[in-house]
């Protein structure tokens, strides 16, 4: 089975696409620990 370019060019777009989200979730996993130590006071700034 023969592969035309333009597949090719769409797998390494999509490999491309899926290490930028691979990334971005695990430095967000990184910031999410410092998001939720500062979740409750955003809530009680929010709630007052």
Do not use: A, N
Request: charged content about 10%; proline content about 6%; hydrophobic content about 55%.
């Amino acid at each position: 089975m023969v592969i035309p370019p333009v597949h090719k060019v769409q797998i390494c777009g999509l490999f491309r696409l899926f290490i930028t989200i691979f990334l971005y979730l695990r430095s967000y996993h990184d910031f999410s620990f410092m998001f939720m130590s500062f979740l409750p006071d955003i809530s009680r700034i929010l709630l007052h």
